[in-house]
């Protein structure tokens, strides 16, 4: 025997109460028109159950999100080719992206839409870069030299075709020392198909 959904059983009684109303309507449950209208309902009924059926065996997309938002904790210095290390998160759907590393890892393939912040001390200059594994791919140049109290914030935003297992994190271009200012520093990226 079939089972139906509480979406599917509330189609069908629904259906049932109206065909009731209408026997008793018409008094004769064997008029041609009562008989016509009926084998139409049923027919669409069955294709509406075909349709709740289809839909509930779809892959609901969130179940495949990925989204990640993390910030500096704290104002950090980072040296030479350190991978910056985004120790705040935010938002982190899908689990791809470490605490501990600095670095997101495509849990599947897809294309991912990628943005970093920085806020550089005054007087500082810093080259934070997109990579992925390895290899340059978006950079941008935050060079601070107004005075001791003038802030810049810059920002980059890229979308990238990934594959599973890549990883995708951000340092600074030249290797150079980079002066970063906690929350206003942040790294975040998000499966868009």
């Given at each position: 025997m079939r089972s139906f959904s509480s979406q599917q059983s509330t189609v069908i009684c629904s259906l049932v109460w109206l065909l009731?109303?209408?026997?008793?309507?018409?008094?004769?449950?064997?008029n041609a028109l009562t008989t016509s209208f009926i084998k139409n309902q049923?027919?669409?009924?069955?294709?509406?159950?075909?349709?709740?059926?289809?839909v509930s065996k779809c892959t609901c997309p969130c179940k495949d999100q990925v989204v990640f938002h993390a910030e500096m904790g704290s104002s950090k210095?980072?040296?030479?080719?350190?991978?910056?290390?985004?120790?705040?998160?935010?938002?982190?759907?899908g689990n791809a992206y470490n605490t501990s590393t600095g670095k997101f890892t495509a849990p599947t393939n897809g294309i991912y839409?990628?943005?970093?912040?920085?806020?550089?001390?005054?007087?500082?200059t810093s080259h934070p870069g997109l990579f992925v594994?390895?290899?340059i791919k978006a950079r941008q140049a935050a060079?601070?030299?107004?005075?001791?109290?003038?802030?810049?914030?810059?920002?980059?935003?890229?979308?990238?075709?990934?594959?599973?297992?890549e990883e995708v994190y951000i340092m600074d271009v030249r290797g150079w020392k980079s002066q970063l200012r906690s929350q206003w520093t942040a790294?975040?990226?998000v499966l868009i198909n």
């Open positions: 009731a109303a209408l026997s008793v309507a018409h008094g004769d449950c064997n049923l027919s669409s009924l069955e294709k509406a159950i075909n349709m709740l059926d289809n210095t980072y040296y030479g080719n350190s991978v910056w290390v985004y120790d705040k998160v935010v938002t982190n759907v839409q990628f943005n970093w912040y920085t806020l550089s001390n005054p007087k500082v594994n390895g290899q060079n601070n030299q107004g005075g001791t109290s003038q802030w810049l914030t810059t920002g980059s935003s890229m979308a990238l075709p990934l594959k599973r297992g790294f975040g990226g």
